[in-house]
Nanobody, 124 residues
Framework: QVQLVESGGGLVQPGGSLRLSCTAS????????IGWFRQVPGKEREGVSC????????YYADTVKGRFTISRDNAKNTAYLQMNSLKPEDTAVYYC?????????????????WGKGTPVTVSS
């Protein structure tokens, strides 16, 4: 059974940091690119960051460049999203997904498997 389980979300003040984790099971993690997406009510799901499974190349949305860092540990079947200098506009439900991704492609249409999401709220 394929599972992606996100953790690490929560409430943080502006300027703070959070580290999201995504633990995978039920498929060969090394064979898949990993993406982090976020969504707020009434808006389309946005690709935040992706990391390739082949060369480790990464993609970041312009809105998070320089603040967020994606990484993966294939030995632990886990991917991470380190989020620093958080802003209120980063508030959303964050989803982890597995599929096709590289430095030039990070789109929800390319993803095969999804987690259920973890909420992130940035507020004072």
């Amino acid at each position: 059974q394929v599972q992606l389980v996100e953790s690490g979300g929560g409430l943080v003040q502006p300027g703070g940091s959070l580290r999201l984790s995504c633990t995978a099971s039920g498929f060969t993690f090394d064979f898949y690119g990993i993406g982090w997406f976020r969504q707020v009510p009434g808006k389309e799901r946005e690709g935040v960051s992706c990391i390739s499974n082949t060369d480790g190349s990464t993609y970041y949305a312009d809105t998070v460049k320089g603040r967020f860092t994606i990484s993966r540990d294939n030995a632990k079947n886990t991917a991470y999203l380190q989020m620093n200098s958080l802003k209120p506009e980063d508030t959303a439900v964050y989803y982890c997904a597995a599929g096709y991704a590289n430095s030039g492609y990070c789109d929800h249409y390319g993803m095969d498997y999804w987690g259920k999401g973890t909420p992130v709220t940035v507020s004072s």
